[in-house]
């Protein structure tokens, strides 16, 4: 009766995890699909430009869109910086430097990617070997 009720604990703590990072990532995006809402161009067809060279900015930039994009990749990033701190990889110290070295570099973002937005604190947020999409503890080497 023990391992029993032991089980169906484990199998309700689990169920209750998948069910939360299911929620979170039902509600982020990627930059691709942040780009395709704001220009109406198809994810494959961002895919096409950005391997062909382009940022998501400058394909932004090139639709008139570039502060609506960098809106949205803002509220996307202190999204997932916000589950880092509830996930206990960050403090909310570090996750309030890094968000307000996002939003201060974002004032002269231009959309080439040129700035390494969040590198310096080892964010990443899915480029270089900073915290990537979410796997490991990133400790702001980026090499």
Do not use: H
């Amino acid at each position: 009766m023990k391992n029993l009720k032991k089980l169906l604990a484990t199998a309700t703590v689990v169920g209750m995890l998948g069910v939360a990072g299911s929620a979170f990532a039902a509600t982020a995006m990627t930059p691709a699909e942040i780009v395709s809402g704001l220009t109406g161009k198809s994810v494959a067809e961002l895919y096409q430009e950005r391997s062909a060279g382009k940022t998501y900015g400058t394909i932004a930039n090139e639709a008139g869109k570039l502060e609506e994009f960098k809106a949205q990749m803002l509220e996307q990033k202190k999204t997932v910086l916000d589950q880092r701190v509830k996930d206990g990889r960050l403090t909310q110290e570090q996750a309030d430097q890094i968000y307000n070295s996002i939003k201060n570099n974002q004032a002269t973002c231009d959309g080439t990617g040129r700035a390494g937005i969040g590198k310096k604190y080892g964010a990443g947020f899915g480029q270089g070997s900073g915290m990537g999409l979410g796997q490991g503890a990133g400790r702001g080497m980026n090499r």
